[in-house]
């Protein structure tokens, strides 16, 4: 297509920009954050560190297991009528769990209502964050990804300040209200629409997209463009585009995040903790996560910036298994650390190599399976993470009331994070050579395998770093129509130029 532009790289995207750096820091934040009650929670209902800490795990489960859900919502409804749904969750669930009495209760509300709402907010703003920048997107991802240190440094503390001055309940009701922000960032993700950068040689009517992208405006449902293209149909879109899974790239990508969840936040979560029973004051205790949120608010931008080098950014995938290794032997180096200027050490060692974790995890996915695709790819990538983290933090957690010992800890979930960094660089190295040979010879059959509604979307797939025009990646995101949809569309184009 001739009128095919890039994403625009700036302009409203930095608003854009601001919202995924709020949703991102709730997102990642408030699963850690909630730690800072454990102790008053496992007092009040008498329960053990196990079963309380299925509270963040719970909710980190949601995050990342209704991944798919998100995705088929994105696609039918848009990105921000679904933001402004899951806003409302996520602050119902917190107001509701003041009033429990149970822990199970707890569950359902905590867990379940705001993990769900949360990811709900936070996996359109990622869809729409790559719409809005494609030469930037680096620098963008680690500027978004930034949100989860800074809300981190600031969250624990007040944390702790609403615990002593309110309760745990006051707390979780207070911190409920604050939820309602993620309401404000979805109201700001409008689409980049051709209709509001119209460019020469192409009129408002060029195509017949002016009622599409009018529809979209209207109700802010994100990248919904109902489009047609000139001399034909439109192709069907599936929901949810399994076909990725056949990608060797995407599932070396799938096995690494596995392996990672199943460790990367252990020590986060239980560092508080750890803290405590080593006699470090509840309050040190608690900013030892914020000198761990500080580190990460330099070490996330910075890498981001980094990886937007020309020289680095096709080595992306090695980047990130170098952060992965340096996350992994961090835990493992630590393990024995019980004075708080070892602990500190260890904050400072963990934010950075895991600020680089988190600015580089979703551009690896991006480069590796293009943003037409990111939508579904970023929701199985997400359901597979969800089984590592049920299975991580709460084993962990009963390792820890069964052995009394956080060292064994330390080393299991440094292992696995150093694990999933070399399994990365050494796949990366051997299958994706593979990969970039038998391209050339077969450029369809990167997800051929699906039907042959796919096969538009197949052929620039291959180069994993070929970026699609905007208006391609607004067609993949449109909703699912039905058969003789596309076909009124198509015939109404000349009414529509001509009311135009």
């Known amino acids: 297509m001739a009128m095919g532009a890039g994403p625009p790289d700036g302009g409203w995207g930095w608003v854009v920009l601001a919202a995924c750096f709020v949703i991102t820091g709730f997102a990642y934040g408030f699963p850690k954050a909630v730690s800072v009650f454990f102790r008053a929670l496992m007092r009040d209902f008498g329960a053990g560190y196990s079963d309380t800490a299925w509270v963040s795990s719970i909710m980190l489960a949601m995050l990342y297991g209704t991944g798919p859900v998100s995705s088929i919502l994105v696609t039918r409804f848009g990105c921000r009528p679904v933001m402004l749904a899951g806003g409302l969750l996520a602050a119902a669930g ?49 500027l978004a990804a930034a949100g989860s240190p800074v809300f981190l440094s600031a ?16 707390g979780f009701l207070l911190f409920g209200g604050l939820l309602l922000h993620c309401c404000a960032c979805g109201a700001v993700m409008r689409p980049p629409g051709p209709a509001r950068a119209p460019r020469a040689g192409g009129g408002v009517g060029d195509a017949g997209r002016v009622p599409g992208d009018a529809e979209a405006g209207a109700d802010g449902a994100g990248p919904r463009l109902r489009t047609a293209p ?19 790239a995407f599932l070396v990508y799938v096995i690494t995040k596995f392996l990672m969840a199943l460790g990367l936040f252990v020590p986060a979560i239980l560092l508080v903790n750890y803290a405590k029973d080593s006699g470090v ?39 990130f298994s170098l952060a992965l290794l340096a996350n992994g032997l961090t835990d493992l180096s630590s393990a024995n650390a019980r004075s708080y200027g070892a602990l500190v050490a260890f904050c400072v060692a963990f934010g950075l190599s895991y600020g680089m974790v988190g600015a580089l ?9 293009g943003a037409p695709r990111f939508p579904s790819a970023l929701g199985l990538v997400l359901l597979v993470e969800a089984v590592a983290v049920l299975i991580g933090p709460p084993s962990a ?28 660089a050494v796949a990366t190295f051997c299958c994706l050579r593979c990969h970039a040979q038998d391209a050339p010879a077969s450029p369809a059959s990167e997800g051929g395998a699906s039907d042959t509604e796919a096969e538009e979307d197949s052929a620039p797939l291959p180069a994993s770093t070929e970026v699609p025009s905007r208006l391609e990646a607004l067609e993949m995101l449109s909703p699912l129509t039905g058969p003789p949809e596309p076909e009124v569309e198509a015939e109404a184009r000349p009414g529509h130029e001509e009311s135009v």
């Open 94 to 142: 917190l107001a509701l769990a003041s009033f429990a009495t149970r822990l199970l209760e707890l569950y359902l509300t905590a867990g379940v209502l705001t993990g769900l709402g949360l990811a709900l907010n936070f996996q359109p703003s990622l869809v729409m964050l790559g719409l809005y920048f494609e030469r930037r997107r680096p620098l963008a991802n680690g």
């Open 155 to 170: 969250l624990s503390p007040l944390g702790q300040r609403l615990l002593e001055r309110f309760g745990w309940r006051g």
């Open 230 to 248: 000139r001399g034909g149909r439109a192709p069907r879109r599936r929901l949810l585009d399994v076909a990725v899974c056949a990608d060797r």
């Open 281 to 319: 004051p509840d309050s040190e205790a608690a900013f030892l996560l914020s000198i761990v949120g500080f580190v990460d608010i330099v070490a996330r931008p910075a890498c981001g910036a980094l990886a937007g080098l020309a020289r680095l950014r096709p080595h992306v995938p090695y980047l």
């Open 361 to 369: 995890q979703f551009e690896v996915l991006m480069a590796t399976v």
């Open 397 to 424: 957690g009963r390792l820890v009331d069964a052995l009394k010992n956080y060292a064994i800890i330390f080393y299991l979930a440094g292992s696995e994070v150093a694990l999933a960094g070399i399994f990365m």
